[in-house]
């Protein structure tokens, strides 16, 4: 057992290899050191304590983006940030759970011009149940026509691989307005309550800096967006928090949605399998 004293503010006192170290309730790894105090060597306490550096060193090195991990405090460009987004971010590395696609999507989200979606994005994303891809982008789910064309004008190609886009300016950023001019992309709920008959539904990835307004009707379950990437039919539900995407290989047959338990297939317009995805 590591000797240690704790004080009324959450303050733990410690002796590590005969060294006194203080530990503040901030420390990313204070809920696991107070865990491993009556269980673990000194080595592997110092190893948690000496985590923040670590994780700070890790992100320097790997993020390559704006946003940075330092002192149990998430920044943008130098300026501390206080929301969902590094909230979260902080509360993976406490758990030891993967973080950087989270410092991406906060990089990219960062980028995006209005003030609403960057505070109001990550929140409904999380309500959804839409997961962020490894290169900080999130999938939602679109209803197309079974001829991959948009359901609203018909004149917009859907298919695997396609980026459809339209100038940001030209999307409705006024979420009052429900039923407005946009690209729109949501839940799975949303999207199949949208499709009918022989339609298609279909995977899509957004970059955050590209979601302009969610709409306040259809309980907040879509949302308007100026660009996004097709990148698979749907076939299964998103159920995992992070994905990592492939490159596109038309010809490889035994690509797959996969998780750890079951697989899925993801076709093509010409009915092939097209794509990989999987969990992290």
């Not at 704006?66 to 940030?81: L, T």
């Not at 946009?182 to 999207?191: E, M, S």
Request: proline share 5%.
């Amino acid at each position: 057992m590591v000797p240690f004293i704790k004080t009324n503010d959450g303050t733990i006192t410690m002796i590590l290899k005969g060294r006194p170290y203080q530990l503040k309730p901030d420390h990313i790894s204070y809920k696991l050191i107070i865990k491993s105090l009556n269980k673990s060597s000194d080595d592997d306490i110092l190893k948690l304590y000496n985590k923040s550096t670590a994780v700070q060193e890790y992100v320097e090195k790997n993020n390559g983006g704006r946003a940075i991990v330092k002192d149990g405090q998430v920044y943008i460009d130098g300026n501390p940030v206080h929301n969902v987004i590094a909230q979260r971010i902080l509360d993976f590395i406490r758990e030891g759970l993967p973080f950087t696609h989270l410092l991406k999507f906060l990089d990219n989200l960062s980028q995006n011009p209005s003030y609403n979606s960057q505070q109001e994005l990550y929140t409904f994303l999380e309500h959804k149940n839409l997961p962020i891809t490894d290169d900080g982008c999130f999938l939602a789910y679109k209803a197309i026509r079974n001829d991959w064309k948009d359901k609203y004008t018909g004149t917009v190609d859907n298919s695997i691989g396609q980026k459809p886009f339209m100038l940001r300016g030209n999307v409705d950023d006024d979420k009052n307005n429900h039923c407005s001019s946009g690209f729109h992309v949501g839940a799975l709920d949303y999207a199949g309550s949208y499709g009918s008959g022989d339609d298609r539904m279909v995977i899509v990835k957004v970059n955050p800096k590209n979601a302009v307004s969610v709409p306040t009707d259809s309980s907040f379950r879509k949302l308007r967006v100026c660009e996004y990437e097709v990148i698979a039919e749907y076939t299964k539900d998103l159920d995992q928090p992070m994905y990592s995407i492939a490159k596109i290989t038309p010809n490889n047959s035994s690509n797959s949605l996969s998780n750890s338990s079951s697989k899925h297939t993801l076709r093509g317009p010409d009915g092939r399998f097209c794509k990989k995805i999987w969990s992290i």
